[in-house]
């Protein structure tokens, strides 16, 4: 609160800067100073504490409305007090959704997203920028066929058949999880070369057949008729487990 | 608006401070020409604007103020500071764009009457104050337009009361100087 020991420290202070306009207080003699000099400079910190002596400017629009009553002083406050620094957070914003949207891209450019936010990822990159992603080849359900063997040893369609079994009753249970090694990848696996070569429209059967020596493999032997039906497209993910393209991949490879 | 005779008292910072409007337009119109005034010596590209900005930069702390009118004078000012140094950075970063108003365009060559007067007014001041360092004008402004104490100043500006008196002390004495070679010329 304001105290008599302000008013006479205020009242010091003020008349300490007066007497140093007109006297220095800097070592200066006092005979040497220059009357006309002091007389400036007195009047120099006249017209100094002068431009503290207006009349208030027009305020704002927003002040007004505080101060004519129309916004409560609290909501005023409340409002101002909500308000984040303004260009820390904009530029954290700004940084926060690039990031986002980097990484999604890339993610999905990559076919690394979950199935449907995939699907609407890659609708949304090609139907509004330049950017063409590749339609998602995430195995579904109808991929009932097993992960193709990566062994190099061949395989007979017995063993195959016997392999398949076990993982036909698993997926009848539950869709196999997306496996990355059916994807776009990698041609060296020999995988694409299995691929259903008859499928010309999709653009994973064109890579899958990069040499186009592979000869077409017969269809997916699915016991699950139902999803061959649902899916007529074939998926590319239906070339892999195909246990007949099994025995033929070392000869692809070698 | 009109220069206030209200002065603001201690009664008037608690009744702002507890949502009365009409005791912080008292508060505006006792401040806010120093304020004002303040930013232009500052050099702020638009000091009216910026006074608004700082009265609303004051209300979610009104509340809080602890001093009374004084106490509330230094926390005004801490905050018309801080948005004067805002506001320079800003500048810095970008060129101002303003529309040309010619009422307010000062390029004209004076005349001999005129000459005459040099050493008189606002542009006077403000040239013989660009003279100084940037210290030296700050603790000067704030001393005589803002009309703080030393120790104010020194909590606004982050030093000593002591170094506030030699950057007072030696502003003054620039100042001096100036005025003996005559060299402010505008």
Same mark, same amino acid.
């Given at each position: 609160?304001?105290?008599?020991?302000?008013?006479?420290?205020?009242m010091?202070?003020?008349?300490?800067?007066?007497?140093?306009?007109?006297?220095?207080?800097?070592?200066t003699?006092?005979?040497?100073?220059d009357?006309?000099?002091?007389?400036?400079?007195?009047?120099?910190?006249?017209?100094?504490?002068?431009?503290?002596?207006?009349p208030?400017p027009?305020?704002?629009?927003?002040?007004?409305?505080?101060?004519?009553?129309?916004?409560?002083?609290?909501?005023?406050r409340?409002?101002?007090?909500?308000?984040?620094?303004?260009?820390?957070?904009?530029?954290?914003?700004?940084?926060?959704?690039?990031?986002?949207?980097?990484?999604?891209?890339?993610?999905?450019?990559?076919?690394?997203?979950?199935?449907?936010?995939?699907g609407?990822?890659?609708?949304?990159?090609?139907d509004?920028?330049?950017?063409?992603?590749?339609?998602?080849?995430?195995?579904?359900?109808?991929?009932?066929?097993?992960?193709?063997?990566?062994?190099?040893?061949?395989?007979t369609?017995?063993?195959?058949?016997?392999r398949? @079994?076990?993982s036909?009753?698993?997926?009848?249970?539950a869709?196999?999880?997306?496996?990355?090694?059916?994807?776009?990848a990698?041609?060296?696996?020999?995988?694409p070369?299995?691929?259903?070569?008859?499928?010309?429209?999709?653009?994973?059967?064109?890579?899958?057949?990069?040499?186009?020596?592979?000869?077409?493999?017969p269809?997916?032997?699915?016991?699950?008729?139902?999803?061959?039906?649902?899916?007529?497209?074939?998926d590319?993910?239906?070339?892999?487990?195909?246990?007949?393209?099994?025995?033929?991949?070392p000869? @692809?490879?070698? | =608006?009109?220069?206030?005779?209200?002065?603001?008292?201690?009664?008037?910072? +608690?009744?702002?401070?507890?949502?009365? +409007?009409?005791?912080?337009a008292?508060i505006?119109?006792?401040?806010?020409?120093a304020?004002c005034?303040?930013?232009?010596? $500052?050099?702020?590209?638009?000091?009216?604007?910026?006074?608004?900005?700082?009265?609303?930069?004051?209300?979610?702390?009104?509340?809080?103020?602890?001093g009374?009118?004084?106490g509330?004078? $230094?926390?005004?000012?801490?905050?018309?500071?801080?948005? =004067?140094?805002?506001?320079?950075?800003?500048?810095?970063?970008?060129?101002?764009?303003?529309?040309?108003?010619?009422?307010t365009?000062?390029?004209?060559?004076?005349?001999a009457?005129?000459?005459? +007067?040099?050493?008189?007014?606002?542009?006077?001041?403000?040239?013989?104050?660009?003279?100084?360092?940037?210290?030296?004008?700050?603790?000067?402004?704030?001393?005589?337009?803002?009309?703080?104490?030393?120790?104010?100043v020194?909590?606004?500006?982050?030093?000593?009361?002591?170094?506030? $008196?030699?950057?007072?002390?030696?502003?003054?004495?620039?100042?001096?100087?100036?005025?003996?070679?005559?060299?402010?010329?505008?």
């Amino acid at each position: 609160m304001n105290g008599p020991r302000d008013g006479i420290n205020d009242m010091r202070s003020k008349q300490e800067l007066d007497q140093l306009a007109r006297v220095p207080n800097d070592g200066t003699r006092l005979d040497s100073v220059d009357p006309e000099t002091s007389a400036q400079l007195t009047r120099f910190v006249a017209e100094l504490r002068g431009f503290g002596r207006v009349p208030a400017p027009q305020p704002s629009d927003e002040l007004a409305a505080v101060l004519a009553g129309a916004v409560p002083i609290e909501m005023a406050r409340r409002r101002r007090a909500l308000r984040l620094p303004p260009r820390r957070s904009m530029f954290a914003v700004a940084a926060a959704g690039v990031a986002a949207v980097t990484l999604i891209g890339v993610a999905a450019a990559n076919n690394r997203l979950p199935e449907p936010a995939q699907g609407f990822v890659v609708r949304v990159v090609n139907d509004w920028t330049p950017i063409h992603i590749s339609v998602p080849q995430h195995p579904t359900k109808d991929h009932s066929a097993p992960v193709p063997s990566r062994s190099a040893e061949p395989v007979t369609p017995k063993q195959a058949e016997e392999r398949v @079994a076990p993982s036909q009753q698993m997926t009848s249970a539950a869709p196999i999880a997306p496996a990355p090694q059916l994807g776009p990848a990698k041609p060296s696996q020999g995988l694409p070369a299995a691929t259903a070569p008859t499928d010309q429209d999709d653009p994973a059967g064109d890579d899958a057949t990069p040499d186009g020596g592979v000869a077409p493999s017969p269809p997916p032997t699915s016991t699950d008729s139902d999803d061959d039906a649902s899916s007529p497209v074939d998926d590319p993910g239906d070339d892999g487990p195909d246990p007949g393209d099994d025995h033929r991949l070392p000869a @692809a490879e070698g | =608006m009109t220069v206030s005779d209200q002065a603001i008292t201690d009664a008037v910072v +608690h009744a702002a401070g507890l949502g009365d +409007h009409r005791a912080f337009a008292v508060i505006y119109d006792d401040l806010a020409g120093a304020v004002c005034g303040y930013l232009r010596a $500052k050099g702020v590209a638009d000091p009216e604007a910026v006074t608004s900005d700082v009265f609303l930069g004051v209300l979610p702390r009104l509340g809080q103020v602890v001093g009374g009118a004084v106490g509330l004078r $230094k926390l005004v000012f801490s905050i018309a500071h801080a948005r =004067m140094v805002d506001d320079h950075r800003g500048r810095a970063r970008r060129p101002a764009e303003v529309d040309y108003v010619p009422a307010t365009d000062r390029r004209e060559v004076r005349s001999a009457e005129d000459e005459a +007067h040099v050493g008189l007014g606002t542009e006077w001041v403000l040239a013989t104050l660009g003279v100084l360092p940037h210290d030296q004008r700050e603790v000067l402004l704030l001393r005589l337009v803002a009309d703080l104490t030393l120790e104010q100043v020194a909590e606004i500006i982050g030093r000593s009361t002591g170094a506030v $008196k030699q950057l007072q002390r030696r502003g003054l004495r620039a100042i001096r100087l100036v005025l003996e070679e005559g060299r402010v010329t505008l």
